[in-house]
């Protein structure tokens, strides 16, 4: 009962707030008011923080309703206390009805804010916390509308200036939530979307010139956000990031940001094959080399028949590729470039650049096996010793096994088929050639081996 009955208070006390301010009160001249009324004020902004400062947010009401009705523009506290004693409220209360009233009287405490204190910060901030403070008390009940209305009024204020930082966020959640729920909103997504960008990229650039790395790189993370949540939903496709970069890419070639954006961007949303990505990526890799930048380019060389380039492209993706098996992947992909081109010579040269990177890639020593083998009847101006170029690759596929344990049944196929290929013992006896001996296999290859007949 006596619950019952101090709930009830609660809530007569929350009702008689909304009356008028009292009569003659000048917020301006006299914000805590005249004689007695300035004490009382005064008096009832102690009790009230003392009691919110220890968690009595029921002992704060009474003071707090004094204040906010008789003083309201005395002290911004009203306004920062105000909606913990009501969330606090609205957290212990089971009747729906008065967590309705809790949750309008956390509202409208942020808008008589705005009416005393919104030149001292900013409606852009205010209106951020007070649909902050919304999501809170709704929890899943939350409507995205609401908070997408209270967001979109604070970016528009504030735009590249927005505090705090991550209200670029929840507001393109909420964009985000609207236009799945209802597809007619897609093209409202997509230009918050470009919208927000453009504010989250000034930002960004603002707070490098100040010098607060702490709020750049947060801004990032939100941006990496926001862009994800862009991709992830199906509204932006390549042709709409195309339209979009075709005409920023140029005036921006010296942007490294912005081209990392566009490159980024391009790439998720499955334009990276596009002239508009390689032209980005290109002017990027002249601000900001990278072995990713790098090995997109060099594919695209190989596209295009241009080897010259890819070969500059592998390599220099390789050297710069922290990760050692990325690199030595690299000199592979070079190697089959010159493989494709029948440059035997510089296809070996690229798989043993492969083996620099890593020593137990048994892949480059089973490609160098099968060159030898390709090259087998163009070695030797007698065919009948094809069979001993045979042996030298057989040489790099025992290797391959001893170095790679992922290989050996590739490799032990390969040796079973080779061997079958080996010089016949007949063959071997009219050319003088025995068992055992040392045997150089001449032209590009160059190797010395131990005869094996079979």
């Keep these: 009962m006596k619950k019952l009955l101090l709930s009830g208070l609660m809530t007569i006390m929350v009702v008689v707030i909304v009356f008028a301010q009292k009569p003659g009160y000048d917020p301006v001249n006299a914000p805590y008011g005249h004689g007695e009324d300035s004490i009382n004020c005064r008096l009832n902004l102690s009790l009230m923080q003392t009691s919110t400062k220890a968690g009595d947010f029921t002992g704060a009401l009474k003071p707090w309703i004094a204040v906010y009705e008789n003083c309201p523009a005395s ?100 964009s985000l939530y609207l236009y799945l729920g209802d597809n007619s909103k897609k093209k409202q997504y997509i230009s918050d979307y470009f919208t927000v960008m453009g504010y989250v990229n000034k930002a960004i ?71 508009l990505y390689f032209t980005a990526a290109q002017y990027l890799y002249k601000l900001e080399p990278s072995a990713g930048i790098a090995i997109r380019l060099a594919n695209k060389g190989v596209r295009e028949k241009d080897y010259e380039t890819a070969v500059r492209y592998y390599s220099e993706a390789a050297n710069m590729e922290s990760d050692k098996n990325k690199a030595s992947g690299y000199m592979m992909q070079l190697a ?80 079973n088929r080779y061997s079958a290929a080996f010089m016949d013992s007949e063959t071997a006896f009219m050319m003088g050639i025995k068992t055992g001996e040392s045997i150089f296999i001449p032209g590009w290859i160059g190797e010395t081996t131990t005869v094996r007949l079979r």
């Design 336 to 415: 089959a470039v010159f493989s494709s081109q029948r440059d035997f010579a510089k296809a070996r040269q690229a798989a043993y650049d492969a083996l620099e990177y890593n020593p137990h890639n048994g892949e480059a020593y089973i490609l160098i096996a099968q060159l030898y083998a390709s090259s087998a009847h163009n070695i030797f101006p007698e065919p009948e010793k094809a069979g001993l170029v045979y042996l030298a690759a057989v040489d790099k596929l025992q290797k391959a096994r001893s170095i790679d344990p992922t290989v050996i049944s590739k490799a032990n196929d390969l040796i």
């Design 205 to 275: 650039v603002n707070a490098k010139n100040a010098g607060d790395g702490a709020s750049a790189d947060y801004l990032g993370m939100v941006k990496e956000g926001i862009v994800k949540g862009f991709v992830s939903s199906g509204a932006g496709d390549c042709e709409i990031f195309a339209d979009y970069y075709a005409e920023r890419v140029e005036p921006n070639k010296e942007n490294k940001e912005f081209l990392n954006e566009a490159v980024g961007v391009l790439a998720m949303v499955g334009c990276s094959d596009t002239d």
């Design 75 to 174: 002290s911004k506290s009203i306004y920062i206390y105000g909606p913990r004693i009501f969330k606090a409220l609205y957290a212990a209360e089971a009747d729906i009805v008065k967590k309705k009233e809790y949750l309008d009287k956390v509202m409208e405490i942020y808008d008589t804010r705005l009416t005393y204190f919104g030149k001292e910060d900013s409606k852009g901030t205010i209106l951020a916390f007070k649909a902050y403070d919304y999501m809170e008390l709704m929890g899943d009940q939350v409507d995205q509308s609401v908070v997408y209305g209270m967001l979109n009024e604070a970016i528009g204020e504030m735009k590249d200036k927005m505090e705090p930082l991550d209200a670029y966020s929840y507001f393109m959640i909420a």
